[in-house]
């Protein structure tokens, strides 16, 4: 069986991540040790709005960087003359947030003579779980869920990862923040629907399971609309019991699919990335099914599948190792997809 991680520089990396909401600098050593990891989130400054409001992220970076990145180089207890190189997520993600970080990495890396390294964030995100596990073994099949993505991609060594499927409209977590502001639960809506479903009976309503049998690609539009149509119907309908229902939609289609691909290619392992991905009944299942299925299942901790920058600084080693660093000049992506 083939191991994913390559010769690197040995010693600590700084990464940042600045795509979203969330201003997060990391220290870590070897692409496996987390010295320090610190996320600032902007969620109470979005929440007024209901949703991320890009230029309103971008001024937020600017102002928390250089607090965020000192926090990450203090905890981690190293100094900008120990680190072999600086990494930032250089896409996909809302540009002018992105170049904040970009900005940020580059700086250091000039002032402090280190490489620098761009960083795709949805491949930080897949390969999240090596970092908390190095030797989890390959090929293995990812389910990648977060706000903007939802996707299953095929995982080898040589940090090869091949697009299966992904959603042909809106993300899983795009889902579940705008499902949440229909019923009221506010932003950001994972985590509140999964503290909602809890109290909950997630058979109250029978939503629909979209492409359940279609490939490996993922719809959640439809569910999002059979959820407004059912509480216009029906505007008595407990909340909790519409939250646990959706949600039981949105896990069962995610953890069949993974698990099925997984079958059919016949890979050890399956493990999950991505904010949706710390969605606790979506654990729960996921666990259980690849259990009854005889594969290997690995969780990455809540705090590794929404955003951060250890996956960053983990991925920036490895890459580091296969690609040399990212020339100067390189921009940022906003766009940027998953592949190779
Ligand atoms: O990966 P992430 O932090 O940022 C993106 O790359 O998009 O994912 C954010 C998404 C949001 O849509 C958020 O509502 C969702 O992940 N999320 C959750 C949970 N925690 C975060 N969704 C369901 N259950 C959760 N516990
Ligand atoms: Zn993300």
Redesign the pocket.
């Known amino acids: 069986m083939s191991r994913s991680v390559p010769d690197a520089p040995a010693g600590p990396i700084l990464g940042i991540e600045t795509s979203?909401d969330e201003t997060a600098a990391a220290v870590v050593d070897d692409g496996a040790d987390v010295r320090s990891s610190v996320v600032s989130s902007q969620v109470d400054l979005h929440a007024r709005f209901g949703g991320v409001v890009p230029e309103v992220a971008s001024r937020a970076h600017v102002a928390l960087i250089d607090e965020v990145v000192a926090e990450a180089l203090v905890e981690a207890g190293v100094d900008f003359k120990d680190l072999v190189a600086v990494a930032a997520c250089h896409g996909p993600g809302l540009a002018g947030a992105l170049l904040v970080g970009v900005s940020a990495a580059k700086a250091i890396a000039l002032a402090s003579g280190i490489p620098y390294v761009g960083v795709n964030?949805l491949e930080a995100?897949v390969w999240a779980s090596w970092l908390d596990e190095p030797t989890l073994p390959l090929p293995a099949v990812v389910l990648l869920a977060?706000?903007?993505h939802t996707l299953l991609a095929l995982v080898e060594g040589d940090l090869r990862t091949r697009v299966l499927g992904e959603t042909v409209d809106d993300a899983a977590?795009?889902a579940?923040?705008k499902v949440a502001r229909f019923i009221g639960l506010g932003y950001?809506?994972?985590?509140a629907?999964?503290r909602a479903a809890k109290e909950g009976d997630a058979s109250a309503v029978d939503f629909p399971r979209p492409m359940l049998e279609a490939g490996d690609g993922f719809s959640f539009s439809g569910l999002k609309t059979a959820v407004v149509n059912r509480v216009r119907e029906d505007p008595d309908l407990p909340t909790a019991d519409v939250a646990a229902s959706f949600q039981e939609a949105v896990v069962d289609v995610l953890t069949t699919k993974l698990l099925r691909t997984a079958n059919r290619l016949d890979v050890p392992t399956v493990a999950l990335g991505?904010?949706?991905a710390?969605?606790?009944r979506l654990r729960e299942r996921v666990a259980a099914d690849a259990e009854a299925a005889g594969r290997r299942v690995h969780l990455p901790s809540p705090e590794l599948c929404?955003?951060n920058a250890a996956m960053i600084a983990a991925l920036a080693h490895r890459r580091l190792a296969a690609d040399g660093p990212t020339p100067l000049d390189d921009g940022v992506t906003p766009g940027l997809r998953l592949s190779g």
Not at 188 to 191: N, Q
Request: net charge negative.
């Open positions: 979203c964030h995100h977060s706000g903007g977590g795009e579940f923040d950001p809506g994972g985590p629907i999964d991505g904010g949706v710390a969605n606790s929404t955003d």
